[in-house]
């Protein structure tokens, strides 16, 4: 199962860049042996201002997905149960998992409908940098988690 974290907005080179980055290699190389992958980050800019041109940008990238959008108003989800999930798409047969995380103000609400799924990273706000280096550890700590690595510790 093919994963894909997809985002409004370039990042710009930072240190949550490379975290990215670094995650998502990692994910990728451990997930072969899994059926889990590749990992990748797809970064999308939409052509007007506001969430139904970035809404329309990220249509583009979703077909034939299963897709999760990040969202404030989603379900906060343990490390374990996260991994659970991802596997259990997997061994349904999904093809491809999304990961939607929208522009400075959140994704539009029509789009987070249509998903299957909303995943929260708790209460607080996040910058989005930050939200993708934290979505991209959990990838990789979920696919660690399927794979019995230790890097995971309850």
């Not at 590749?38 to 970064?43: D, G, I, Q, R, Y």
């Not at 409908?113 to 996040?126: D, H, I, S």
Request: with cysteine.
């Amino acid at each position: 199962m093919k994963i894909a974290i997809v985002a409004i907005g370039r990042l710009a080179r930072s240190p949550e860049t490379e975290l990215v980055k670094l995650y998502v290699e990692r994910a990728t190389a451990a997930g072969r042996a899994l059926g889990l992958g590749p990992v990748e980050v797809v970064e999308v800019e939409a052509r007007k201002p506001g969430k139904a041109a970035e809404a329309e940008a990220l249509r583009a990238h979703l077909a034939d997905s299963h897709v999760i959008a990040c969202d404030e108003r989603g379900a906060a989800r343990g490390s374990r149960a996260f991994a659970e999930e991802i596997g259990k798409l997997r061994d349904r047969g999904v093809r491809r998992l999304v990961f939607l995380i929208g522009g400075a103000d959140g994704l539009d609400p029509g789009l987070v409908a249509q998903a299957n799924g909303k995943l929260a990273f708790g209460p607080q706000t996040w910058p989005h940098a930050l939200a993708r280096a934290m979505l991209a550890e959990q990838v990789y700590r979920a696919v660690s988690i399927l794979g019995g690595s230790p890097y995971h510790r309850d």
